[in-house]
């Protein structure tokens, strides 16, 4: 399965532009730090790296609403 690379903005839509797809982590990787480092020092959410089996399936992920993680009590 290939690796998706994206450009992620959320403003009043949530919306994700497809830069590249790769077919080793290691090559999406490093796209996704250069262009934080390029574009978005500030903001690492930025562009993000989706592992999925088609384009469709990448963008239904990235786009997915997630809830924030549950602290214990040893993480507060």
């Not at 978005?40 to 786009?63: C, G, H, Q, R, T």
């Not at 997915?64 to 993480?75: S, T, V, Y």
């Amino acid at each position: 399965m290939p690796y998706f690379v994206f450009k992620y903005q959320e403003n009043k839509f949530r919306s994700v532009d497809h830069i590249d797809t790769f077919d080793t982590y290691k090559e999406a990787k490093n796209l996704v730090k250069d262009l934080r480092k390029k574009h978005s020092p500030n903001n690492p959410n930025a562009y993000k790296v989706v592992f999925a089996e088609d384009m469709l399936e990448a963008e239904m992920l990235i786009l997915e609403k997630r809830d924030a993680p549950i602290l214990k009590e040893w993480e507060k």
